[in-house]
């Protein structure tokens, strides 16, 4: 695939110590050598080794710089490239790239390098995305799953199972061009065994969705509980910011206010909420639907108390919580109020902590139980599923293969079998980019920042 010469910048707008400019394309090496002259004369132009030099428009030189040249196709794009280390002035980058578009680049679209690396096979479509998600990582646990995912986490087992329908495809197809003999060539037996082993591994992706996205987007977690318990006053104190308005009227907190926090490498996203009760205020009414909605949406739950709850009343809190698959603390708040203040864990199913949300005590080791409650610690090396895209792609390789057992149990002819195998292949390479169009292209790179 011949490419035109696309550069862009790949540091941030602004200023900076460094400021790198990416050039891709055949022909890269050419301009770079028509505008870069090395202080050492005698310097080669060598593959993947950086040079010292000058960069000069006409006779003004507008930078010293350090370039590196790949050649196609050992680069990340797979073809010709260069990059350019300059200072990081908004202004010589802005002159530099001029000059490169005035000798025969032009400016590279959002995520146009990735893509280019893709459609040169450097790395499949879910490596690809994972870039994008590794640039916008911010905790530990994003990082981890960017991280294996770019290095090809669960693609390399996705197409092994495609390999393996295609070869049964195949084999039933081959039974069609013997219809009127009644062979088979395709064993029942194995195709069953085949069709529930892929079904295991797509059932296990698809159940890692909810804690994969979780983890790459903060886990929900709803603080609730009646009015006046300390929620608002509890936010803060995780927050260290006084984030919330704090009152001693009851029905305080109105509208949900969410914030993020990273706790041992994995973000939670805290959400405060207004206090449950039976309100005629229309607003305060409104607000504790969007508190309901706010636990229905929440992975886990922090249920505050203080001394004017009853064990029965929590109990029945605890109930709806678990009927609704929420993990959930307890927490008896305002301590401090107590004769003898004891702070901490007070048992553990349901799990139950002492906590004082004024006075910030007890919270070191809520964050703990947080952390270990998020369960991502001991799964870090676990492939999770992130990506909504392929979450779907999966959901329909699914029904896909659904459809093909129920065929088998009920022994449909080969034809019919290969539509639903051939339905699973198509939805799985869809994730690793065997197969896409161009609309899925565009729509997937143009979430790139330029440059990358
Ligand atoms: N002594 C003591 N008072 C607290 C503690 N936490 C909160 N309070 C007080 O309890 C009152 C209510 O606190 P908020 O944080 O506004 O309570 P809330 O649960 O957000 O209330 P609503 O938004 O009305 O549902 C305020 O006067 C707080 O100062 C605590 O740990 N100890
Ligand atoms: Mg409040």
Same mark, same amino acid.
Request: aromatic share 4%.
């Given at each position: 695939?011949e490419q035109?010469? *696309?550069c862009?910048?790949a540091t941030?707008?602004?200023?900076g110590?460094?400021?790198v400019i990416?050039i891709?394309g055949?022909?890269?090496?050419?301009i770079?050598s028509?505008?870069?002259?090395?202080?050492n004369a005698a310097?080669?132009m060598h593959d &993947?080794?950086? &040079?010292f030099g000058e960069i000069t =428009?006409g006779?003004?030189c507008?930078?010293?710089v350090l370039?590196? @040249?790949?050649?196609a196709p050992?680069?990340y @794009?797979?073809e010709e490239m260069a990059? *350019?280390?300059?200072?990081?002035s908004a202004?010589i980058?802005?002159r530099?790239?001029?000059?490169?578009?005035?000798?025969?680049?032009?400016?590279a679209?959002?995520g146009?390098f990735?893509r280019?690396?893709?459609?040169?096979?450097k790395?499949?479509?879910?490596?690809?995305e994972?870039?994008?998600?590794?640039?916008a990582?911010?905790?530990?646990?994003?990082?981890q799953?960017?991280?294996s995912?770019m290095?090809?986490?669960y693609?390399?087992e996705l197409?092994?199972m495609?390999?393996?329908?295609?070869?049964?495809?195949?084999l039933?197809?081959?039974e069609?061009?013997?219809?009127?003999? #009644?062979?088979?060539?395709? #064993?029942?037996?194995?195709?069953?065994e085949?069709n529930?082993?892929?079904s295991?591994?797509?059932?296990r992706?698809? +159940?890692?969705?909810?804690?994969g996205?979780?983890?790459?987007?903060?886990i929900p977690?709803?603080?609730?509980g009646?009015?006046?318990t300390?929620?608002?006053t509890l936010?803060?104190a995780?927050?260290s910011? =006084?984030?919330a308005?704090?009152s001693?009227?009851a029905?305080?907190?109105? =509208?949900?206010i969410?914030?993020c926090?990273?706790i041992e490498g994995?973000?939670?996203r805290?959400?405060?909420?207004a206090g449950?009760r039976?309100?005629g =205020?229309v607003?305060?009414?409104?607000?504790?639907?969007r508190?309901?909605?706010?636990i229905?949406?929440?992975?886990?739950?922090l249920?505050?108390?203080?001394?004017?709850?009853?064990a029965?009343? @929590?109990?029945?809190?605890l109930?709806?919580?678990?009927?609704?698959?929420?993990?959930c603390?307890?927490?008896?708040n305002?301590?401090?109020?107590?004769?003898t203040?004891?702070y901490?864990?007070?048992?553990?199913n349901?799990v139950?902590?002492r906590?004082s949300a004024l006075?910030?005590?007890?919270l070191?080791e809520?964050?703990r139980?947080?952390?270990r409650?998020?369960?991502?610690e001991?799964r870090?090396g676990?492939?999770?599923?992130?990506?909504?895209?392929?979450?779907?792609?999966?959901?329909?390789?699914r029904?896909a293969?659904e459809e093909?057992?129920s065929?088998?149990?009920c +022994?449909?002819t080969? #034809?019919l079998?290969s539509i639903d195998?051939?339905?699973a292949i198509?939805?799985?390479?869809?994730? @690793?980019g065997?197969?896409?169009n161009? #609309?899925?292209?565009?729509e997937?790179?143009?979430?790139f920042c330029? +440059?990358?």
């Open positions: 695939m035109d010469c *696309i862009a910048p941030p707008a602004g200023s110590a460094l400021g990416r891709s055949k022909g890269t090496k050419g770079v028509r505008i870069f002259s090395p202080k310097s080669a &993947r080794q950086v &040079r =428009d006779g003004e507008l930078d010293e370039l590196w @040249t790949f050649s050992h680069s @794009t797979g990059e *350019i280390s300059c200072h990081g202004y980058m802005q530099m790239l001029e000059l490169l578009i005035r000798n025969g680049c032009r400016m679209e959002p146009e990735t280019r690396a893709f459609l040169n096979g790395m499949d479509l879910s490596q690809a994972a870039v994008a998600d590794l640039i990582s911010d905790s530990r646990a994003s990082h799953l960017a991280f995912q290095r090809g986490g693609a390399q197409r092994t495609r390999d393996e329908l295609i070869r049964m495809v195949s039933l197809e081959l069609l061009d013997f219809s009127e003999e #009644d062979v088979k060539f395709a #064993d029942r037996n194995q195709l069953k085949l529930s082993t892929l295991g591994k797509v059932e992706l698809i +159940g890692s969705f909810r804690m996205n979780a983890l790459k987007k903060g977690v709803a603080i609730v009646r009015p006046n300390g929620k608002s936010l803060n995780l927050l910011d =006084d984030r308005i704090v001693p009227i029905g305080t907190t109105r =509208d949900t969410e914030e926090m990273t994995v973000t939670f805290f959400i405060d909420t449950l039976e309100s =205020d607003v305060e009414a409104m607000g504790i639907e508190s309901r909605k706010a229905d949406n929440a992975e886990m739950v249920h505050l108390t203080d001394m004017n709850e009853t029965e009343e @929590t109990g029945t809190a109930g709806e919580y678990g009927r609704k698959g929420k993990k603390i307890v927490l008896h305002k301590e401090d109020l107590a004769e203040p004891r901490g864990k007070v048992s553990d349901p139950t902590y906590i006075r910030g005590e007890g070191d809520l964050k139980q947080l952390a409650m998020a369960g991502f001991g870090s676990e492939v999770m599923l992130t990506n909504l895209r392929h979450y779907e792609a999966l959901l329909n390789v029904s293969l093909m057992r065929g088998l149990e +022994g449909r080969p #034809d079998l195998a051939r339905n198509r939805h799985l390479g869809k994730i @690793t065997e197969v896409t161009n #609309d899925i292209l565009g997937i790179f143009s979430r330029i +440059g990358k």
